[in-house]
Nanobody
Framework: QVQLVESGGGLVQTGGSLRLSCAASGRTASTYRMGWFRQAPGKEREFVATITWSGGNVGYADSVKGRFTISRVIDTNTVYLQMNRLKPEDTAFYYC??????????????????WGKGTLVTVST
């Protein structure tokens, strides 16, 4: 099992920045990929960004490309999401996710092994 704990959410004005953190614990030695999803009130959950644990290969949703940056620090089992030029439509609960090499790891559908409880990001106008 892998446990994920997010932090860093909060209230920010349009155009501002926030950095989300996700600390992984438990059986992290087999981590293959980590990433972020978000869900706004009344809307479908959507993919935000992902990173492979060993190679650091990244992928982003079109809606955040050029504004958000995902990164990881292997030594501390932490993944970050740096969010710049925030917009009101970025308001959502942000969920950290992780999968192991042979586990469920479909970032297109959201079928991913492990999920955190989420952290709320609110962008005011």
């Amino acid at each position: 099992q892998v446990q994920l704990v997010e932090s860093g959410g909060g209230l920010v004005q349009t155009g501002g920045s926030l950095r989300l953190s996700c600390a992984a614990s438990g059986r992290t030695a087999s981590t293959y990929r980590m990433g972020w999803f978000r869900q706004a009130p009344g809307k479908e959950r959507e993919f935000v960004a992902t990173i492979t644990w060993s190679g650091g290969n990244v992928g982003y949703a079109d809606s955040v490309k050029g504004r958000f940056t995902i990164s990881r620090v292997i030594d501390t089992n932490t993944v970050y999401l740096q969010m710049n030029r925030l917009k009101p439509e970025d308001t959502a609960f942000y969920y950290c996710t992780a999968c192991t090499l042979f586990g469920r790891c479909d970032y297109n559908t959201g079928d991913v092994e492990y999920w955190g409880k989420g952290t709320l990001v609110t962008v005011s106008t």
